[in-house]
């Protein structure tokens, strides 16, 4: 089971997020990743391997990790940022991908 | 540019059979899993299983196993996931997406309506 907080979080353009995944289980050889969807999209990947930003992603966009827990930070909110974050918690082998219930992240 | 490309929207009835297809381009198909997820509306993304091209192996997540089939077809560079009797809680989007350091590319999605 993989735990995201807050479930919303409502922010105006220029400050900082900072959303939260926790996974139920420590899994070898496991990592986190964040993916952004907007209404009527498929989602996008955002990090990979906790703190590896995926092509084309602004540095305004961080990951970190202690242990099951995995943070994203998104800094200086941009109006485009505004959308619901799914984590998660993946290993190849034997193959786990499961995601959290999302964050929306929604304007102030 | 790497690209996968879903099959069309469909409305069918409960106990119909249906099959939908994710057409990858842009890289050589069978150097990575492909993944199916799930989106019931207004949901959470669920994922289904993973198929492997290069020797169609699959894997599903308890929670799908036995209710779907996945597969790939390598001559065409087209996945596939299917049913063999609908259900109306079936009703969602279903998405494909390669997998590789997470699922790094995603299809636009095939809307199911039950």
């Known amino acids: 089971v993989v735990t995201q907080s807050p479930g919303t979080l409502s922010l105006s353009p220029g400050e900082r997020a900072t959303l939260s995944c926790r996974a139920s289980?420590?899994?070898?050889?496991?990592?986190f990743a964040w993916y952004q969807q907007k209404p009527g999209q498929a989602p996008r990947l955002l990090m990979y391997?906790?703190?590896s930003r995926a092509t084309g992603i602004p540095d305004r966009f961080s990951g970190s990790r202690s242990g099951t827990d995995c943070t994203l930070s998104i800094n200086r909110l941009e109006p485009e940022d505004f959308a619901v974050y799914f984590c998660?918690?993946?290993?190849?082998?034997?193959?786990?991908?499961?995601f959290g219930p999302g964050t929306k992240l929604e304007i102030k | 540019e790497v690209q996968l490309v879903q099959s069309g929207a469909e409305v069918k009835k409960s106990g119909e059979s249906l099959k939908i297809s994710c057409k990858a381009s842009g890289y050589t198909f069978t150097y990575n899993w492909i993944a199916w997820v799930r989106q019931m509306p207004g949901k959470g993304l669920e994922w289904m299983g993973i198929?492997?091209?290069?020797?169609?192996?699959?894997r599903y997540s308890p929670s799908f196993q036995g209710q779907v089939t996945i597969s790939a077809d390598r001559s065409s560079n087209t996945a596939y996931l299917q049913w063999s009797g609908l259900r109306a809680s079936d009703t969602a989007m279903y998405y494909c997406?390669?997998?590789?350091?997470?699922?790094?590319?995603w299809g636009q999605g095939t809307n199911v309506t039950v």
């Open positions: 198929v492997h091209p290069g020797d169609s192996n699959t």
């Open positions: 391997g906790q703190s």
């Open positions: 997406a390669r997998v590789l350091s997470g699922f790094d590319v």
């Open positions: 289980q420590s899994l070898s050889n496991s990592y």
């Open positions: 998660q918690h993946y290993r190849s082998s034997p193959p786990e991908y499961t």
